[in-house]
């Protein structure tokens, strides 16, 4: 019994040093991308921040909607522009849903817009992800807790 509530400890502890530490890794890979975004570097400041956007960073959601409205290291393409504006907006940040209908107004072809918007929401917002941790974090306490074999079939 001891031992179970040590790997339960050691679990929560990991858990909370993880998140510490990617805050840290985003700070710091947000500031390499803003260095080369500065230097006009635009494909290199892309690369990063679509990392970032794809765990669910909303300043690089951003970031990216706006270097497809200017056309800075991908083609201009307001549809795309869009569907990153709509997970940005799930940031809660004021104004960020006023430029969303702004850019929807502006795409040629809304209804493609809004299937390109669900289709990135599905893949990368707020509820996705946090749905993707919280299994990754029952499969990590039910292996630690000694429910897996070495085999994926006693894990869920």
Not at 59 to 70: A, C, L, P, T
């Amino acid at each position: 019994m001891r031992f179970t509530l040590i790997l339960v400890f050691a679990s929560v502890f990991s858990m909370f040093q993880a998140t510490t530490l990617l805050a840290n890794d985003i700070k710091e890979r947000r500031a390499d991308a803003a260095e080369y975004y500065s230097e006009r570097n635009f494909n290199k400041a892309y690369k990063i921040y679509f990392s970032l956007a794809k765990i669910g960073d909303h300043y690089s959601q951003n970031k990216i909607s706006q270097m497809y409205v200017s056309g800075e290291g991908v083609e201009t393409d307001l549809t795309e522009a869009y569907a990153w504006s709509v997970l940005a907006a799930e940031s809660g940040v004021a104004g960020m849903t006023e430029k969303s209908d702004v850019l929807l107004q502006k795409t040629e072809d809304k209804a493609k817009a809004d299937k390109r918007a669900k289709k990135f929401l599905n893949k990368y917002g707020k509820q996705t992800l946090a749905e993707k941790t919280a299994s990754k974090e029952k499969y990590k306490a039910n292996h630690a807790m000694g429910g897996c074999t070495g085999s994926k079939l006693g894990c869920s």
